[in-house]
C-alpha cells in the first residue's frame, strides 16, 4: 500500500466517523470510520517502512596482466541486493 492509499483511507475513515450524523440500521459507519483510519495509519507506517530501507550494494574490481601483450586489464563489476 502506497502513502497515497493510506492518507486516503485515513481521511475517507474521518469523514465517515466524524463529519457524517446518517444512521444506517444494518452497518455503524462510525465503527467502519473507525476501522479504516486504523487501516491507513498501517498503510501509512509500511509504506514509511518500504521507503527507507536500505539498499546494498556491492564492488568488485579485478586486475590482471595479459601474458600475450603485457597490458594491463581492469575489470569491474558491480551488484545491487535488495533487502527483502
Sequence with gaps: MSLGAGIF???IGAILAF???LQVGWID?????YILMVAGVIGIIIGIVLLTRRRSSVATTRTAVDPATGERVTRRSSESDDIV
Design 9 to 11: 483511507l485515513v481521511v
Design 29 to 33: 459507519l462510525h465503527l467502519v470510520g
Design 19 to 21: 463529519a457524517l450524523n
